[in-house]
Every structure is written in C-alpha cells, then in structure tokens.
C-alpha cells in the first residue's frame, strides 16, 4: 500500500478512537454529571456573577436564541472596533500594522463571530499581536463555544419534554469554552510548541538569507492561535499561507496532529449526540451516514491528485508525484487531499495545499463539500445542518410507509417539515443568487480585475467564495481579487445569513419537539439506527444537493473537467 495513502488510514482511524471517549466527556458535560474538570466551577461561577447571569435559568428556544444573537452581536462590535482603530493600540504591534480598511474590518469581524475566518487580508501584515490574540483567538473560541452550545440546546431539545425547560444558553456556551475547548488546546498548543511553531511576542526577525540578503521574517504567538483555529473549525491562518506555511505546520508530524483536531470534535459531538439520549447506536449509524460521504469524496480528491495532470504526462514530463502544484513537498497529494476535504467537511477552512491548483474535480469536491455542509460540519452546527437532513428523512420514510413519521418518540408534523425545508433551501438560495449576481458584474465589466482565470474555472472561484461564506468554512480559490468592498459587504450578509438561520431552525424544531407528547415505541415505529434508514439519508442528501447544486457545478469544475 502506497505510504501516503497509508498515512490518511492511519490518520482517520486514529482520530475516531479518539473521538468516541471524548463524545462520552462531552455528553456529560452538556447533561451537568460530574467530570474531572469540575474543578474550574469557581472559575465559572465568579464569571457569572461579575456578568449577572443565573446559569440554572431555565429558558424556552426563543430565550436561547435571543441570548446567543445579543451574545454574538457584543462580539461583532468588539472585533469592528478593534480593527479600525488597530494603528492606535499602544502595546502588542511592535511592527505597526494600521488600521484595516471599513469594508474590510466589517467583513473579518462578521467572519470570525460566523466561525467563518474568510481572510480578505494577510494575516501577518493585516493584524497586530493585540488583535491576532484579543480578537481573532478570542473569537475562535467564542464562535466554536456558540456552535457547541446550540448542539447542546437541540439535543436537550429531542429529549425533553417541557418546551420552557431547553437548558440555559450562556451555561452551555462557557462549559464549552472551559471544559471542551480550552484543556485540549493547551494540551495541543504545548505540543505544537515542542514541535517548532513560535509563540513570542517579539516583532519580526531579521535575517540573511543564503543570497547575503537580509529579509525581515514574520514571527508572533502563532502556537495559540494554530490550535484554536483548527480544534474550534476555524480556520484563519495567523500567516496569509495558512497551513501551507512553515510556521503553522513545519513538518508531517504537525500535519496529522493539526489535521486530527480538524475532524476530532466534529466527531466526537455525533458521538456524543448518541450518548446524550442513551442510544449510541444512533451516534454509531449517524457517524457511518457522514463517513460514507466523507471517504468517498477523499477517495476522488486523492485518486485525481496522485493521478497529475495528463496535459503535464502528454508533454513528455515527469508526473509520477502527482499533481504537486501548488502543494507541499513534505506532504504530498494524498495528505493535501485529506486536508482539504477534512477543512471542507468541518467548515474549517485552513488549507495546506493551493485549492486553486487542484485538480477540476478535486476542487469541485471541497465546493460540493461545502454545499453539503453537513458532513461532520463546523462544531456544534454540522450536526445541527445534518439533524435538518435527518428530519426531512424522516418524514419521507413515514409517507413510504403511510404512518405519521416519529423522532425520538416525538411526532414530526408539518410545523417541522416546513422549518427544515426552509434551512434547507436558503443554503443553495445565498449560494447561487449571490453567485449570479457576481457573475453578471464580471461578465458586464471585463476590466472589473476579479478573476485570474477565465472561463470555467474564474466561474468556480467565484462559487467556491460565496459557498465558502454561506458554509462558514473560510476557504478558498485565492484565485480570486476578493479584497474590494463588493466582496467584502456581500460576503459579509451571506456569513450572517448562513451562520444564523441554519442554527435557529432546527432549535425552532426541537423547541416544538420538546412541547409534543412522548409516544412509546412500537412494533411501526421507524428505527433510526439501521441500515434502511441510513439509506434513505443519505439519498435524501445526495438528491438534495444533486438538485440544488447540479447546474452551478456543470458550468464550474465539471464543465473544466471535459474541457482539458
């Protein structure tokens, strides 16, 4: 067996190891038991106290949600603040990085409180030390903490049985933070460390190079923020390369480690969701419904990507690597495939490969990845995407069967269908329209300056932004001039849009749920821990997105893909 694709095996199973006893912790921190980190309860009661907040309120959907929009609307005008005023900071920019431009500022600010990082700047000259930690780590843990949070209220949700009683919000939201997120990110950002990525707070280094000339390297606490970034599905490179740089993923070792906290809370929260109810077989089902997808889509990338370029093979040239374009040579395709459709399955969005220079159809992939934006997912949100799936599921299950379909004891009545029929069409709504438009403004001013390429693949570049936006993944092409305020405003309403609206629906579902009458199980009620059920999801999936997304991938990368 080829030792890259070796590698990727060894990388997914180990991951899934570690994600089955992690969803066993996360279950019980989200149902209050007792853990080994309730050592941090002071910690967590003195902050409550100081915001005035009573952590054992109960609240009903609409209070959770009203609590988690003011919440994020605090982090916005925080992270907009800081940014337009970066110039005037007196401590932490010892490079004196200025203030970002208005449109830009509105654009970082709404893509780190989504969980987005779309990065329409460089990292390290865009960004001080005080906003690389004060606001971008800052909003990597906030915005993963929401996403867990919201997860947490819809599995409460499908079990209880008080519509008033939904669990408390700002509860879940710092739990998150401080018994999820924050142990696993010291432990890895210590081992980061140990690795080679620097964290200081000294300003650039000057260097010689081999040429004799000096050249200023970029430096800062870039361990921290690498950790967060990947753990909470972030994204946002501390370096305009990302992951491709030497800095945030020096060798293969760090590559598996940082590709591994990429997939293992995504993970671990279907798990944990099995757990949560006291039915880990719907975990187990649940889990083989998304990997199905997810190694099918990492077969293809890595097949195309070992296979090169035979445009490259028919000109006589040596492409026994694979196509190496774009890509590092201390990872190679197989492992640049696996990233990338690990960062696109989790709305992760770092890359360590040129997404621009892949294949037609591996790119088109890591779109379609997005488009689906239900395998693992973004922390917390993934499931909730794929719980809008497994309603709509459910539903056409009980019509083949002429019975009134059940969830988890509950009835699933039109109210539900609607609500996820909704979340499941605004995805492709914001994708598309938002595509057409960009596509009519390029094509009606040929001097615009957006696209490097032409054609089918300046089409994909400009799909693949407005997929990543609406996903909240934060990749992309880069092929792409998205530094004007056009790109800016537009990504911006479609981060919004596509952060919040997926997650309040399915809230709105299980706050309905949780008001219905408990029905026992019976001898016809629909199991959705077998493998029938899990046919019909991932059918539903797949013609959902078939039907949605067909057309736009036909003029992109599958258009591109025949013309070679």
């Given amino acids: 067996m080829d030792t890259e694709i070796l590698g990727v095996l060894v990388l997914f199973i180990v991951t899934v190891l570690l994600a089955i006893p992690l969803g066993k912790y996360c279950a019980k921190v989200f149902k209050g038991e007792k853990t080994w980190l309730d050592l941090l ?48 900071h007196p401590f932490w920019n010892p490079d004196g990085i200025a203030s970002m431009e208005p449109t830009t500022a509105f654009n970082t600010a709404i893509s780190f409180m989504t969980n987005t990082n779309l990065q329409h700047y460089s990292g390290e000259t865009g960004a001080s030390y005080f906003t ?21 209220l819809l599995f409460k949700g499908i079990v209880q049985k008080q519509a008033t009683h939904l669990g408390n919000f700002y509860q879940l939201f710092l739990k998150s933070s401080t018994r999820i997120l924050l142990p696993i990110s010291v432990l890895v950002a210590i ?9 200081t707070f000294e300003g650039a280094a000057p260097v010689i190079t081999l040429e004799g000339d000096t050249v200023n390297v970029a430096r800062g606490p870039v361990a921290p ?32 480690i940082e590709n591994c906290i990429i997939l293992l809370i995504p993970i671990a929260l279907v798990f944990a969701f099995g757990f949560y109810i006291g039915k880990p077989k ?41 196509n190496m374009e774009g890509k590092e040579m201390r990872f190679g395709t197989a492992a640049s495939s696996m990233w990338g459709v690990s960062t ?28 689906i934006n239900a395998i693992y997912g ?73 696209l490097a390429n032409p054609s089918f693949h300046g089409f994909s570049e400009m799909l693949y932004e407005f997929t990543s936006a609406a996903a909240n993944n934060g990749s992309g092409f880069e092929g792409l001039g998205d530094a004007t305020p056009f790109w800016n405003i ?56 078939a039907l949605s997304f067909f057309p736009a991938l036909a003029l992109g990368p599958i258009a591109e893909f025949f013309s070679r």
């Fill in 41 to 88: 309860k002071p910690v967590e009661k003195m902050i409550f106290k100081i915001s005035g907040i009573d952590p054992d309120e109960e609240m009903d959907w609409k209070q959770n949600m009203k609590a988690m929009l003011w919440l994020n609307v605090i982090f916005f005008v925080w992270a907009f603040v800081i940014l337009i005023t970066q110039s005037l």
């Fill in 378 to 450: 973004g922390v917390g949100v993934g499931f909730i995407n794929f719980f809008v799936f497994v309603v709509i599921a459910v539903f056409i299950s009980g019509l083949m069967v002429g019975r009134t379909p059940e969830l988890f004891g509950k009835k699933i009545e039109a109210k539900e269908v609607k609500i996820a029929a909704l979340v499941a069409i605004a995805h492709p709504f914001f994708i598309l329209v938002s595509t057409a438009i960009a596509s009519y403004l390029a094509a009606n001013n040929p001097d615009i300056g957006w």
């Fill in 282 to 322: 719907v975990g187990y089902y649940f889990f083989g419904a998304m990997t199905v997808i997810f190694m099918s889509f990492v077969a293809i990338s890595i097949y195309y990507e070992m296979s090169g370029n035979p445009n490259i093979t028919a000109m006589g040239i040596d492409n026994t690597l694979g």
């Fill in 225 to 256: 923020m690498v950790t967060i970034k990947q753990l909470g599905t972030n994204g946002g490179g501390y370096f305009g390369p990302n992951s491709t740089h030497p800095f945030e993923n020096p060798n293969y070792i760090t590559n598996l």
């Fill in 490 to 545: 537009l990504c911006g309403v479609v981060m919004i849009l596509g952060r919040f609206i997926p997650i309040i629906g399915p809230i709105a579902i299980a706050g309905s749920l949780a008001s219905k009458k408990y029905i026992p199980e019976s001898a016809g009620t629909l199991k959705v821990e077998s493998f029938a059920f899990t046919a019909v999801l991932l059918s539903v999936i797949i013609i959902i997105a």
């Fill in 132 to 152: 690389q930690l004060l606001v971008f780590c800052f909003l990597q843990f906030v915005s993963a903490a929401t996403g867990i949070a919201a997860m947490a």
């Fill in 344 to 371: 696109t399955s989790t709305s992760n969005g770092s890359v360590n490969s040129m997404h621009d220079s892949h294949t037609p159809l591996s790119g088109g992939i890591f779109i379609l990845d997005m488009m």
């Fill in 191 to 199: 081992i980061l460390v140990i690795q080679g990525i620097p964290s």
